[in-house]
């Protein structure tokens, strides 16, 4: 079951975390939110949540565009 999932959720190009706790560092190291917060989340929202956070760093974090 789970391997199905995961290579579905892969083949539409989505990163993984190592655990569910990397996950949880990802989210709260970007949005500045506790664990308690995600607790009640399913696992396709902290992944979906974490793919906002990665998105959103890498924007803050990418180098400036040349010509600007």
Not at 28 to 54: C, G, K, N, Q, Y
Request: avoid cysteine; aromatic fraction near 14%; charge should be negative.
């Amino acid at each position: 079951l789970f391997r199905s999932f995961f290579a579905a959720e892969a083949a539409e190009g989505r990163s993984w975390p190592v655990s569910i706790d990397d996950a949880f560092a990802d989210i709260a190291a970007v949005f500045h939110w506790s664990p308690a917060a995600m607790d009640d989340m399913t696992i396709s929202e902290i992944l979906d949540w974490r793919d906002r956070a990665v998105e959103r760093w890498n924007r803050m974090n990418a180098a400036p565009e040349k010509g600007r």
